[in-house]
């Protein structure tokens, strides 16, 4: 029985709102905003990607450098 009662203050409320304010004032605001989410989080993706290959690259560098240096030592020895 509630959920007829629902179902019908339902399509009362729909019946009474025009198309435009459906299609302006619900669809199109919420469209905008998970496309303005889904561009903010690919940004934010891109440069964690980016600061995490700089991370690695940096600690590469650091174990070339210092196996470097251990050979010249011993060459030097």
């Known amino acids: ?3 007829l009662v629902m179902s019908s203050v ?5 019946g009474e709102l ?8 619900v669809f199109l605001p919420v469209t905008l ?8 989080f690919r940004i ?4 964690v990607n980016e600061e995490l290959s700089q991370a ?4 590469h560098n650091r174990k070339d450098g ?5 050979r010249r030592k011993r060459k030097q020895m």
């Not at 905003?33 to 903010?40: D, F, S, V």
């Not at 934010?44 to 440069?47: F, H, R, S």
């Not at 690695?56 to 600690?59: E, G, W």
């Open 1 to 3: 029985a509630m959920r």
């Open 10 to 14: 339902l399509s009362a409320f729909l």
């Open 18 to 25: 025009p198309g435009s304010f459906l299609f302006f004032g």
């Open 33 to 40: 905003l998970l496309l303005l989410l889904i561009a903010y």
């Open 44 to 47: 934010k993706l891109i440069e």
């Open 56 to 59: 690695s690259d940096r600690q």
């Open 66 to 70: 210092s196996s470097l240096s251990r």
